[in-house]
Protein backbone atom coordinates (compact mmCIF):
# COMPACT_ATOMS: atom_id res chain seq x y z
CA UNK A 1 0.00 0.00 0.00
CA UNK A 2 1.35 3.38 -0.81
CA UNK A 3 0.39 6.82 1.40
CA UNK A 4 -0.82 9.43 -1.23
CA UNK A 5 0.28 12.57 -0.85
CA UNK A 6 -1.95 15.68 -0.63
CA UNK A 7 -0.65 19.11 -1.18
CA UNK A 8 -0.64 20.93 1.89
CA UNK A 9 -3.12 23.57 2.23
CA UNK A 10 -2.25 27.29 4.23
CA UNK A 11 -3.44 27.51 7.56
CA UNK A 12 -5.11 30.89 7.92
CA UNK A 13 -3.68 32.85 11.08
CA UNK A 14 -7.18 32.69 13.39
CA UNK A 15 -7.12 28.82 12.52
CA UNK A 16 -3.34 28.53 13.96
CA UNK A 17 -4.44 30.55 17.04
CA UNK A 18 -7.42 27.64 17.35
CA UNK A 19 -5.31 24.71 16.84
CA UNK A 20 -2.55 26.07 19.20
CA UNK A 21 -4.55 26.40 22.69
CA UNK A 22 -1.65 26.65 25.12
CA UNK A 23 1.92 25.15 26.47
CA UNK A 24 1.96 22.63 28.63
CA UNK A 25 4.35 23.25 31.32
CA UNK A 26 5.05 20.05 33.54
CA UNK A 27 8.56 18.56 35.04
CA UNK A 28 8.06 15.78 32.27
CA UNK A 29 7.85 19.08 29.69
CA UNK A 30 10.58 20.76 31.10
CA UNK A 31 13.21 18.02 30.43
CA UNK A 32 11.83 17.51 26.65
CA UNK A 33 12.83 21.21 26.48
CA UNK A 34 16.53 19.66 26.85
CA UNK A 35 16.18 18.06 23.39
CA UNK A 36 14.71 20.53 21.59
CA UNK A 37 10.73 19.50 22.56
CA UNK A 38 8.08 21.78 23.33
CA UNK A 39 4.52 20.68 24.52
CA UNK A 40 1.38 22.37 23.41
CA UNK A 41 -2.17 21.68 24.24
CA UNK A 42 -4.14 21.34 21.30
CA UNK A 43 -7.66 21.19 19.84
CA UNK A 44 -9.11 18.24 19.41
CA UNK A 45 -9.75 18.27 15.64
CA UNK A 46 -6.27 19.60 14.93
CA UNK A 47 -4.05 17.19 12.74
CA UNK A 48 -0.48 17.02 12.50
CA UNK A 49 0.18 19.04 9.44
CA UNK A 50 -1.99 22.05 11.14
CA UNK A 51 -0.53 21.60 13.74
CA UNK A 52 3.00 21.91 12.16
CA UNK A 53 2.27 25.05 10.08
CA UNK A 54 0.46 26.76 12.98
CA UNK A 55 4.12 26.21 15.22
CA UNK A 56 6.19 27.34 12.18
CA UNK A 57 3.70 30.50 11.62
CA UNK A 58 3.19 31.47 14.77
CA UNK A 59 6.70 30.74 16.49
CA UNK A 60 8.90 31.29 13.33
CA UNK A 61 10.90 28.07 13.99
CA UNK A 62 11.57 24.95 11.83
CA UNK A 63 9.88 21.73 13.26
CA UNK A 64 11.16 18.32 12.50
CA UNK A 65 8.26 16.23 14.12
CA UNK A 66 5.34 16.09 15.67
CA UNK A 67 3.50 13.51 18.18
CA UNK A 68 0.29 13.38 19.38
CA UNK A 69 -1.83 11.97 22.34
CA UNK A 70 -5.12 11.87 22.67
CA UNK A 71 -5.46 12.00 26.87
CA UNK A 72 -8.57 10.61 27.97
CA UNK A 73 -10.88 12.43 30.67
CA UNK A 74 -10.73 11.23 34.15
CA UNK A 75 -14.01 9.82 36.46
CA UNK A 76 -14.16 12.06 39.02
CA UNK A 77 -16.37 12.79 42.10
CA UNK A 78 -17.98 16.22 42.80
CA UNK A 79 -20.27 16.68 45.48
CA UNK A 80 -20.87 12.83 45.81
CA UNK A 81 -22.00 12.49 41.85
CA UNK A 82 -19.77 11.26 39.78
CA UNK A 83 -18.72 13.28 36.71
CA UNK A 84 -16.24 12.75 33.84
CA UNK A 85 -13.18 15.41 32.91
CA UNK A 86 -13.13 16.46 29.01
CA UNK A 87 -10.95 14.51 26.34
CA UNK A 88 -7.91 16.92 25.14
CA UNK A 89 -4.94 16.64 23.09
CA UNK A 90 -1.20 16.98 23.36
CA UNK A 91 1.31 17.76 20.82
CA UNK A 92 4.67 17.30 21.57
CA UNK A 93 6.73 19.03 18.71
CA UNK A 94 10.44 18.35 18.05
CA UNK A 95 12.45 21.34 17.15
CA UNK A 96 15.24 21.29 14.46
CA UNK A 97 18.80 21.60 16.06
CA UNK A 98 19.28 25.68 16.88
CA UNK A 99 15.42 26.25 17.18
CA UNK A 100 13.60 27.12 20.25
CA UNK A 101 10.33 28.60 21.91
CA UNK A 102 10.25 30.04 24.81
CA UNK A 103 7.63 29.29 26.58
CA UNK A 104 7.36 31.70 29.38
CA UNK A 105 7.27 34.56 27.10
CA UNK A 106 3.51 35.09 25.44
CA UNK A 107 2.99 36.09 21.28
Known amino acids: MSAKRYPAETVSRARMYEVIRAPLITEKTTNGSEHSQVTFRVSMDATKPEIKQAVEGLFKVKVKAINTV ?9 RGRPGVRSDWKKAIVSLVDGHKIDVTTGL
Open 70 to 78: TVKGKTKVF
